[in-house]
């Protein structure tokens, strides 16, 4: 059973770094592909970034890449968002959520069938 909790959300000033944490509590992320997804104030939930199952692929979302990375670590259970340069426009609760589908479109919300509560990420000018 999967059950995701995200930490490492909290106020930082702009250009500064954040390494945002998910854990699947419920075991390991083995045969899973891993999405981060955002949600700003009044603003859809938006495609940040993933990383495939198989061959550990990472996907960004637009103008993204280059600031944020993802990563995983099996052996712990946990799949990590490492976000550099941090602008005001980066404040949004911060999602990961998990795929079975050994080719999802990764930034489709739809293509994930279990979600974590989220983690606010507020960065100031």
């Known amino acids: 059973q999967v059950q995701l909790v995200e930490s490492g959300g909290r106020l930082v000033q702009a250009g500064g770094s954040l390494r945002l944490s998910c854990v699947n509590s419920?075991?390991?992320?083995?045969?899973?592909?891993v999405g981060w997804f955002r949600q700003a104030p009044g603003k859809e939930r938006e495609f940040v970034a993933a990383?495939?199952?198989?061959?550990?692929?990472?996907y960004y979302g637009d103008s993204l890449k280059g600031r944020f990375a993802v990563s995983r670590d099996n052996a712990e259970s946990t799949v990590y968002l490492q976000m550099d340069l941090l602008k005001p426009d980066d404040t949004a609760v911060y999602y990961c959520?998990?795929?079975?589908?050994?080719?999802?479109?990764?930034?489709?919300?739809?293509?994930?069938?279990?979600w974590g509560q989220g983690t606010l990420v507020t960065v100031s000018s």
């Open positions: 959520a998990t795929s079975l589908k050994r080719n999802p479109l990764y930034a489709r919300a739809y293509e994930y069938d279990r």
């Open positions: 419920g075991g390991t992320f083995s045969g899973y592909s």
């Open positions: 990383i495939s199952w198989v061959g550990g692929k990472s």
